[in-house]
């Protein structure tokens, strides 16, 4: 019998609640903290940042599933549900005996998985009677998503973006103007926190954790303003929780469960999305899948980091998280998964690491690169150098269960397309990418620095 390779739900299938899993956990995750008083944040703490129901989302440890807005669920119907679909012809290239699935999260407007959230953010900020909405953007997903959801909603938004993208992937920042975004380059000398920098190193190429404190002091600066976030945040994972749910139904439709759920990690979020619905079943004492981080060798804050309370951001503006960690101070490489390059994790995966509910593999560039194009001559889909370690991770499970000769369920999620990073990949076709790897002394000192 020919296989099936597409798994399609209906636009009445999409979640109507998001999923929290920490109202399911045994151990909390350990509270923000006020890094003055070092008191734990209460959502009212938050207000001054966030949209006040996304405040609460975060401090909410109670509520195991919360309700999907309405406006919001209309609006995920314009790409959502989104198609799990099973890699006959990957499967096929690596002759494994495994079964490997992917749930395709490019196919968003934006191209990747940062709409999810990015679309109730923009609504729960609009119903605050906010204006203006400020972030960050490493390679641009994020800033680029906000832009849509932006303007789907009605918000003026301006964007931090992180300078080495805002150089190499000129496209994305097109795409946030092109959506009515102002997009700056990170270090900028318009807030405080990029004067220092800039000063300080002037060919800093920028990082997340830069662009994050801009961002912070302009929306702190300006009224009607609030920040904003991309991933890390509870709210961020919760909202992520579509696509597992989703999954969900769609493995019950391909009639098999995963032995093993991948997502590529920056501070956790396409994971948390993927992993949370299935790890539920784990945590009722239903099931034993495996579930796998896969970060980049260049930022390893899970394989190689400190279980830590640390910052969200470089300079500091950003509450106290309790976190996997290499330093606030830590500046990746420039790797090509710019969505990967993050000192933390956040404080729901970081917990369950610690706790040994979940994996963390650390993958070098050259390895992702080579994942991600057999991915595309095998699958059609040229995939984010951000997915590539989600595929390459697959790879070394099926791979190892063709070693084993034993079946085995994979099911990853292609967390974005790569058709705006293609300098990415005409970098590798032309031999020109190498590997980056931190050595501990660095780790260390930069840790010891905080
Ligand atoms: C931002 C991004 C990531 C990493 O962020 P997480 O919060 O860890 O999911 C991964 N893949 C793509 C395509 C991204 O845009």
């Known amino acids: 019998m020919e296989k099936r390779k597409k798994f399609m739900l209906q636009e009445a299938d999409i979640p109507t609640q998001w999923y929290n899993i920490?109202?399911?956990?045994?151990?909390?995750?350990?509270?923000?903290?006020?890094?003055?008083?070092?008191?734990?944040?209460?959502?009212?703490?938050?207000?001054?940042?966030?949209?006040?129901?996304?405040?609460?989302?975060?401090?909410?440890?109670?509520?195991?599933?919360?309700?999907?807005?309405e406006e919001v669920r209309e609006k995920y119907k314009i790409y959502r549900p989104t198609p799990l679909v099973r890699a006959t012809g990957l499967e096929k290239a690596l002759d494994t005996p495994a079964h490997i699935y992917f749930k395709n999260e490019s196919v968003s407007p934006v191209g990747s998985h940062k709409l999810n959230s990015a679309l109730p953010q923009a609504y729960y900020n609009k119903m605050d009677g906010t204006t203006n909405i400020?972030?960050?953007?490493?390679?641009?997903?994020?800033?680029?998503?906000?832009?849509?959801?932006?303007?789907?909603?009605?918000?003026?938004?301006?964007?931090?973006?992180?300078?080495?993208?805002?150089?190499?992937?000129?496209?994305?920042?097109?795409l946030m103007q092109t959506w009515g975004a102002q997009v700056i380059a990170s270090p900028s000398m318009s807030t405080k926190a990029g004067r220092k920098i800039i000063t300080d190193h002037p060919n800093y190429q920028g990082s997340l954790g830069t662009a994050i404190s801009e961002a912070i002091e302009l929306a702190m600066q300006t009224p009607n303003c609030k920040y904003t976030l991309g991933s890390v945040l509870n709210h961020v994972a919760l909202h992520q929780t579509i696509i597992g749910l989703e999954a969900e139904k769609q493995m019950?439709?391909?009639?098999?469960?995963?032995?093993?759920?991948?997502g590529c990690f920056g501070g956790g979020s396409n994971f948390s999305g993927i992993t949370f619905p299935f790890l539920r079943h784990n945590m009722l004492g239903k099931k034993n899948t495996r579930f796998v981080a896969a970060e980049p060798a260049s930022c390893p804050k899970l394989t190689r980091g400190r279980f830590q309370y640390d910052f969200g951001d470089e300079t500091g503006y950003t509450p106290l998280i309790p976190m996997f960690t290499l330093g606030h101070k830590f500046a990746p490489a420039n790797i090509h998964a710019g969505g990967l390059r993050y000192h933390g994790a956040g404080s729901i995966v970081s917990q369950l690491l610690k706790d040994g509910l979940l994996e963390a593999t650390a993958i070098k560039q050259l390895e992702t690169f080579e994942a991600g194009v057999l991915f595309a001559q095998t699958e059609g889909i040229v995939p984010a150098p951000e997915s590539t370690h989600a595929i390459a991770a697959a790879i070394r499970?099926?791979?190892?269960?063709?070693?084993?000769?034993?079946?085995?369920?994979?099911?990853?999620?292609?967390?974005?397309?790569?058709?705006?990073d293609m300098s990415a990949y005409d970098q590798y076709l032309a031999g020109d990418l190498t590997n980056h790897e931190v050595t501990d002394e660095e780790i260390s000192s930069i840790l010891a620095q905080n």
């Open 397 to 420: 499970e099926a791979n190892q269960a063709k070693e084993e000769g034993k079946s085995k369920v994979i099911l990853f999620n292609l967390s974005g397309h790569g058709l705006i």
């Open 134 to 174: 400020t972030t960050e953007t490493g390679a641009g997903q994020w800033g680029t998503a906000l832009a849509f959801a932006a303007k789907t909603f009605g918000l003026e938004l301006a964007v931090y973006m992180v300078k080495i993208s805002y150089e190499q992937k000129p496209y994305r920042r097109s």
């Open 22 to 69: 920490t109202a399911d956990m045994k151990n909390k995750p350990q509270p923000m903290l006020n890094p003055q008083t070092k008191e734990p944040l209460k959502a009212e703490d938050l207000y001054p940042l966030f949209a006040e129901e996304l405040s609460r989302q975060e401090v909410n440890q109670t509520d195991a599933w919360i309700d999907i807005p």
């Open 252 to 262: 019950e439709m391909a009639g098999e469960y995963p032995d093993v759920v991948i």
